[in-house]
């Protein structure tokens, strides 16, 4: 018993605590959601709260299993980055990898999503190339998406273990 209960301590301490706990998403949501957001392929502006305009382009891939949005903020000084979030289904979770600009790949799973699908939520799961949950990452994104010309995202990041920024990005469909 007593190498069951460290067992068990180790898995606490190495299951994210923003998702301990969290609901889990019906499969057919998830799977309607992923659907959703495939309709959203095609060639973007952008607009952030930070100040910035970009452009985004969206890809469905693979068979139709990837869904991968590539932004790029438009140059300005200092500033000249592409980042790569990637959508697919996990079994029956739906997820995203983010490709971030902060050299770390942080995962997040949908933690709620409205009947509708027009809305949902991404909650950090996990990443690669960070050194511990405290360093920055991309914690949290929430998805509404207003019509099939029109969304808009909201990104958390997360330092120390505390919120540090959180931006939207108004999306548009180039015409």
């Known amino acids: 018993m007593r190498h069951t209960g460290m067992a068990l301590a180790i898995v606490c301490l190495l299951t994210p605590a923003s998702t301990a706990g969290a609901q889990e ?8 959601a ?9 060639d973007w502006k952008q607009r952030s709260t930070k100040d910035w305009e970009g452009s985004a382009a969206i890809q469905v891939i693979a068979g139709g299993s990837a869904l991968v949005l590539t932004s790029k ?3 300005h000084p200092g500033v000249d980055e592409a980042m790569t979030t990637v959508f697919h289904m996990d079994g029956d ?8 600009v902060a050299k770390n790949q942080p995962r997040l799973v949908a933690t709620s999503i409205s009947a509708d699908a ?22 949290r994104a929430v998805y509404t998406i207003e019509s099939n010309d029109r969304y808009r995202s909201r990104w958390t990041f997360s330092q120390q ?15």
């Not at 998403?25 to 309607?32: F, G, I, K, M």
């Open 25 to 32: 998403v019906p499969a057919d949501r998830a799977r309607a």
């Open 34 to 42: 992923f659907e959703r957001l495939k309709q959203l392929a095609g």
């Open 73 to 75: 903020v438009a140059p």
């Open 93 to 100: 979770r739906l997820m995203v990898t983010h490709y971030c």
């Open 118 to 139: 027009s809305r949902i939520e991404f909650t950090f799961l996990d990443a690669t190339n960070l050194k511990s949950s405290r360093a920055g990452h991309m914690n």
């Open 161 to 175: 273990g505390q919120e540090r920024w959180m931006e939207e990005i108004v999306t548009t469909r180039r015409r």
